[in-house]
């Protein structure tokens, strides 16, 4: 073995194992280290030999930086689609990815098969109004394949100067020819909580993204919704469609807030630090009022978690599609020098002790997202009724005035107008007005 040789064996072994010669040594000379825990000698003179080989005779010089992360790189990649090495930069934009402020499409993505896979696009971002879908394959970045592409180095290339133009090429099931976006780079802000009446008493909370403060802005929220409602409100719907997931912390409050005692979510792994348990406080911000929670496909991690645990406490319906299915946890490691590692650690598991894991929520109510179209609005005119007959009986207790116009008070739009624009929504409110109903029964 040459001089070189030796001296890069050395330096790896010190590198990769993260100790000092002397512990390496040290190592060597233990004899009851377990099997597993044992460093694989003849792999990393397999490496060092590679390192050696490209340093020496590569037809063009190449920096030991460059080829130890790369090395580190490909080791992350092929352990699963989460796990990767961070570079400086990397490391920067994900720091503040998860404050809700950073610039590029807004798009969540995950690696498969060599190719970008979209769990979904951020509302209100140049992604989402452009069409992409969650499930949608990205294959090509401008002119360059994403083919054997780190999953760092895609997202790097997606992100950019706002106001700059990128085209993605995009393979979609159901979709013979591949299609073509071409997007305008800009700052993307994560508003991660939007609310809205749908009607008297009945509330829509949209999560876009758990961050640090969404549990915070859900409050502040709800305090909205009591005030525009003058009063309590009977029943809220929870949409997480396409919300890719963000921080654990995040998604346990959220769910705390509408749980009083219990499991939320359990964490599991081989590291001691990996096993945890977060447990429901007492108080529920919507004192047992129904709640509907709405998810799909693009419904990942963090929103699993929510769902999962209301499911599991039948806390709320769950209605929608069936859930992305990410049931694993990542850490970032920091490494020191402004790098770092994001690492698979564990498996989280519902209160009732169900893995997600490549398997989703299954709502309790499965609805699609279909088209609905309405025809002439006044197509009751279509059937003779007992009002139409010549000399008909006038209720006598009627309070309607003659020939009121089509478009009066008394007659509201509001649910024809959202199962045409929202079905699954629109379904989701006649849930929570079936729901109340049954209450009063059993009430009454």
């Known amino acids: 073995m040459s001089a070189v040789t030796r001296h890069g064996l050395a330096l790896a072994l010190s590198f990769m194992a993260g100790v000092s010669l002397t512990a390496v040594h040290a190592v060597w000379a233990e004899k009851e280290v377990l099997p597993e825990n044992r460093l694989p000698l003849d792999e990393l ?31 992350l990649s092929n352990l699963d689609p989460h796990s990767a090495y961070l570079d400086a930069e990397a490391f920067q934009d994900l720091q503040i990815g998860t404050s809700g402020e950073f610039g590029g499409l807004g798009i969540e993505v995950s690696q498969e ?26 294959i090509r970045l401008d002119d360059t394949s994403v083919k054997g592409m780190s999953l760092a180095d895609a997202i790097q290339r997606m992100r950019g100067k706002p106001n700059t133009p990128i085209t993605l090429t995009i393979v979609r099931e159901g979709v013979r020819k591949p299609l ?40 502040q ?55 945890q ?41 769950i ?7 990410k049931g694993s946890v990542q850490t970032i490691l920091p490494l020191g020098n402004g790098t770092a590692v994001k690492l698979t650690t564990a498996r989280y598991y519902t209160p009732n002790g169900r893995s997600i894991q490549a ?3 299954e709502p309790d109510i499965k609805v699609k997202p279909l088209k609905i179209t309405v025809g002439d609005n006044n197509a009751d005119s279509d059937f003779t009724k007992e009002a139409d007959l010549t000399g008909h009986l006038r209720n006598d ?42 209450q009063n029964r059993k009430s009454g």
């Not at 951020?122 to 989402?128: C, E, G, L, M, W």
């Not at 209605?319 to 299915?325: K, N």
């Open 359 to 361: 398997e989703g929520i």
């Open 319 to 325: 209605l929608g599609e069936r859930t992305f299915g």
């Open 397 to 438: 207790r009627s309070d309607k005035v003659e020939n009121a116009p089509a478009d009066s008070a008394a007659t509201p739009k509001t649910d024809g107008d959202l199962a045409q624009s929202d079905y699954q929504l629109s379904e989701a409110l006649n849930l929570l007005k079936g729901m109340i109903l049954l």
């Open 221 to 275: 929220a709800f305090q909205e919704l009591e005030q525009q409602n003058k009063g309590p409100l009977r029943g809220m719907v929870l949409d997480l469609r396409n919300n890719p997931g963000g921080i654990l912390n995040g998604a346990v409050e959220v769910a705390d807030e509408f749980l009083e005692s219990g499991v939320i979510v359990q964490t599991k792994g081989r590291g001691s630090d990996s096993d």
């Open 180 to 219: 073509k976006f071409k997007l305008i780079r800009e700052i993307i802000q994560v508003k991660s909580v939007k609310n809205r009446l749908l009607d008297p008493g009945f509330a829509y909370v949209r999560i876009t993204q758990f961050q640090s403060k969404t549990a915070q802005n859900l409050r």
């Open 45 to 75: 003179r397999t490496f060092t030999g590679v390192l050696d080989a490209v340093k020496q005779d590569y037809v063009e010089p190449v920096k030991d930086k460059d080829l130890l992360e790369n090395a580190i790189r490909g080791m």
């Open 277 to 317: 348990s977060f447990k429901a406080t007492p108080e529920d911000l919507l004192k047992g009022a129904p709640l509907v929670v709405l998810v799909n496909g693009g419904s990942a991690s963090a929103s699993e978690i929510v769902a999962g645990a209301l499911q599991d406490h039948r806390r709320a319906l």
């Open 113 to 138: 098969e060599g190719f970008l896979k979209v769990i979904a696009p951020i509302d209100d971002t140049p992604a989402q109004r452009a069409g992409i879908r969650s499930g949608d394959l990205i």
